[in-house]
């Protein structure tokens, strides 16, 4: 009987950890034409993943869009981001989104 | 428009969401943007959810394709090459559309109006066309010159009483779109989902959001002079929401009465109601014309179906009707006005 308490206690511990593990550290998608090129790039790590048309880079806990083939650069002008918001290249077909935001919005209009 | 493409499926479980709810996500580029769904539920087999948001993509795909104003083949482009000479069979979804677009262009007095093709096409061409070519293209223009009626066969057709008439969609296809979408989910047997398209959304059921005891959602309106923060966020149970301004990525949006952009004293509008096709049609009407050519929609008004928030090009925000909304049960109020 204690085992199973002391075991339940542990799963629920190991829950809420990974549970904490997950939010606190901010993982990104990057998608091109629908294909999800990477998944779970940290953002706590400084990185750039070169696409075609347009370059990722992940600085300073943030991901953004910094070079873009495209005529509007409206994904370079979203800058960087770590939240509910996602930067879109319309016209490569990019987009990039966190995984595991703590914003409490289910979504956006705008 | 170009439909494309993909179709990605994401299943993450339990994250972001209550505990041992699922989530399996989708996004497809259509209709010049990018669509996601996300369904929610306590799924034995995701094919169930998988199944749902595969009809409601093709529904999407569909419409897209019918409404392509660029492609020569659409059914759209059909109808506005050849409905001046003669009536032309029209599709029962096309027939739905153009009727709900005649009545959201009648409710809100032509302020949203469903046949500028012709107009959008010359700013398109020109950037900054001559007040001649505008006054001449003017007279032509108006929903009131396109007639809807059935032929000896029973079949729905649609005419234009004037040459230059061109329908275009733009300010209520992501809407029905959401509509339709959202009425195939329902009848998979999905009962909590979002939907959105392009910043258009529609919800159904309750929300699951991790720590979240109301079921509600919760609805963030991006902010006009920074796209990167929200200006305001909505709480509502049900419904769509819609937007319509000037946003980088936006199209343009035209004054039917002059020809012109819209010289808003607004830098955006958000309506939420029970239709994505209504919440789009009066964005777009009130972005033009202000709160008050919603008073000739005095049911819909006095009935609690629609409410609004606008920013006003100062950056003020101007709520209409949030009290007595059946959608929208509360917002942040970040200390704008309240017109109700």
Redesign the interface.
């Known amino acids: 009987m204690i085992v199973i308490f002391a075991l339940a206690i542990i799963a629920m511990a190991a829950q809420i950890w990974i ?1 904490n593990l ?1 939010f606190e550290n901010p993982v990104a ?1 990057i ?1 091109q ?4 090129l990477h998944n779970k790039v940290p953002l706590l790590q400084n990185q750039d993943f070169p696409l075609n048309g347009n370059l990722v880079q992940v600085r300073n806990g943030k991901i953004g869009i910094t070079e873009a083939s495209c005529p ?1 650069k ?1 994904c370079v ?3 960087f ?1 770590n939240g ?2 996602p930067v ?1 290249c ?1 016209p490569n ?1 990019v ?1 990039v989104r966190i ?3 703590k914003s ?7 | 428009m170009r439909v494309i493409l993909f179709i990605l499926c994401v299943v993450v479980v339990t994250v972001g969401c209550s505990p041992n709810i699922a989530v399996v996500e989708r996004s497809a580029f259509a209709m010049d943007t990018l669509a996601t769904i996300k369904v929610y539920g306590n799924f034995f087999d995701t094919k169930v959810a998988e199944s749902a948001i595969d009809a409601a993509f093709e529904k999407l795909y569909e419409l897209d394709k019918m409404l392509d104003y660029n492609n020569p083949d659409s059914e759209l482009s059909r109808i506005n090459s050849a409905a001046y000479a003669n009536p032309v069979e029209i599709s029962a979804a096309m027939s739905e559309l153009i009727e709900t677009g005649l009545f959201l262009s009648e409710l809100t007095n032509g302020e949203f109006d469903i046949s500028l093709g012709s107009l959008i096409d010359l700013w398109n061409r020109e950037h900054s066309p001559s007040q001649n070519e505008i006054d001449e293209l003017l007279p032509s223009l108006g929903y009131m010159n396109i007639l809807v009626s059935v032929n000896e066969r029973g079949v729905k057709t649609v005419r234009f009483t004037e040459n230059s008439l061109k329908l275009h969609f733009g300010s209520i296809a992501k809407g029905y779109a959401i509509d339709e979408m959202m009425r195939i989910l329902r009848f998979k047997g999905i009962n909590s989902a979002i939907i959105e398209i392009g910043g258009e959304i529609g919800v159904i059921g309750e929300s699951p959001r991790l720590g979240n005891d109301t079921g509600l959602w919760k609805i963030g309106v991006r902010d006009p002079f920074n796209s990167n923060e929200m200006i305001e966020i909505l709480t509502i149970n049900r419904g769509t929401v819609a937007t319509s301004g000037f946003y980088e990525r936006g199209e343009h949006i035209f004054e039917p009465a002059t020809g012109y952009p819209a010289g808003s004293e607004f830098a955006s509008v958000t309506i939420i109601s029970d239709r994505g096709a209504v919440s789009d049609a009066l964005s777009t009407a009130v972005f033009i014309r202000g709160w008050e050519v919603l008073e000739s929609v005095s049911w819909y008004e006095e009935e609690g179906w629609y409410c609004g928030v606008g920013v006003t090009k100062e950056g003020e925000v101007i709520y209409s009707h949030l009290d007595d909304c059946h959608f929208c049960v509360g917002n942040n109020r970040n200390g704008g006005t309240n017109l109700d």
Not at chain 1, 33 to 36: R, T
Not at chain 1, 104 to 110: A, H, K, V
């Open positions: 549970n997950k998608q998608y034409n629908g294909e999800l509007d409206i002008k979203t800058g981001v509910v918001i879109i319309l077909r987009e995984a595991n935001h409490d919005i289910d979504g956006i209009t705008g």
